[in-house]
């Protein structure tokens, strides 16, 4: 392991510990190191730590990170463990009450941790605390001026408001659970807002305060990876379902091979064959087969069966043609419902 930070102070000062620990994970980000950690070297806040784990590039990574002659920034070099374990491994590494989860990349607008400081300072049950965030040009969040907020566990069940790099939550509910769960490749962290929602609720700030940048490669980004992450999100949910008297969810008690006694859903079929489709419409046939063809195998429904059909005919260059006008016309035509 190589670290180029510089000597963190006494942890068993109480005196010492920032009161926020902003972590972020690199790998092979170079040319957007300068904007993204000067993002948070830029905070109005004057009490929070930076804590960097570049884990295993193969560019200049480590070497950009160097760069930077700041106090509260500390950096860690190590060989490549995927994304969770170097997280927690971040985690591990920092002091701060508050932890504020940063994606490697993206940028923290200047207010961003003061502002989700306080909100958690003033409201104890809330355990974790979003904002509104930029994402494709496109921002996403509650309505200006309303605070979403409301039971953690119930909300997470149905949906996840976060997308994770702009989330801060507490240390202590971290430390309860027992941190992300190395069996999540994606997803990783619905698995952990699912467990810390037993003991706390959650909040969006209207505020817009975090601007997510997409990378090609990246999980929303290829068919394969978006399912995994929806694959994966659908066991999280049914971990945190089937709790026993102890505590412990089906991973807890079976472990690994929980994954494989995931329940199939009708809605979960829908969801794949509504991304299916619009692979289809969008001429992207890696994301239509694949979420096609799972649609069919998780439930057999009316919807699965239009979109294995419509699988079938667009392998013939005549009714592919029709198949896309058709969903075409389809997601206009839905838009205009929308207005």
């Known amino acids: 392991m190589i670290s180029v930070d510089h000597e963190l102070a006494d942890t068993s000062s109480e005196h010492s510990s920032p009161q926020i620990s902003c972590i972020t994970v690199f790998y ?7 904007t993204s950690i000067g993002s948070l070297l830029s905070q109005t806040s004057q009490d929070f730590e930076i804590i960097v784990v570049d884990d295993g590039s ?14 509260r920034l500390h950096v860690t070099g190590q060989s490549n ?3 969770t374990a170097a997280m927690n491994a971040a985690v591990r590494r ?7 989860v ?15 400081a306080a909100f958690l300072d003033a409201n104890p049950e809330v355990g974790a605390v979003g904002c509104a965030r930029l994402t494709d040009g496109m921002v996403i969040g509650p309505r200006a001026g309303v605070i979403e907020r409301g039971p953690m566990l ?6 996840n408001p976060f997308s994770h790099g702009e989330v801060m939550f507490r240390r202590s509910l971290f430390d309860k659970v027992g941190g992300y769960r190395q069996e999540f490749r994606f997803a990783q962290d619905r698995d952990l807002w699912l467990r810390m929602g037993r003991y706390c609720d959650y909040a969006v700030l209207p505020d817009l305060l975090y601007e997510r940048t997409s990378f090609h490669g990246g999980v929303t980004k290829t068919p394969r990876s978006l399912f995994l992450q929806t694959r994966l999100s659908q066991f999280a949910v049914q971990c945190a379902e089937d709790v ?4 412990r969810d089906l991973l807890d008690r079976i472990g690994p091979s929980a994954f494989f006694l995931t329940k199939p859903l009708i809605k979960q079929s829908k969801q794949y064959a509504a991304r299916g489709l619009r692979g289809l419409r969008d001429g992207n046939m890696e994301a239509a087969e694949i979420f096609l063809t799972q649609a069919w195998n998780e439930n057999h429904n009316l919807q699965s069966f239009a979109g294995i059909v419509a699988l079938w005919l667009s392998r013939y260059r005549r009714t592919n043609a029709l198949i896309r006008s058709i969903l075409r016309y389809r997601a206009r035509l839905q838009t205009q419902r929308d207005d």
């Open 28 to 34: 092979n980000r170079a040319a957007l190191i300068s």
């Open 58 to 71: 193969t560019d200049d990574t480590l070497n950009q990170l160097s760069l930077f002659d700041d106090a």
């Open 81 to 83: 463990s995927g994304f």
């Open 94 to 100: 920092s002091r701060g009450q508050y932890i504020a």
């Open 102 to 116: 940063h994606g490697a990349g993206d940028i923290s607008l200047p207010e961003r941790l003061e502002k989700q």
């Open 154 to 159: 119930k909300t997470m069940l149905h949906r």
């Open 244 to 247: 026993d008297q102890d505590g």
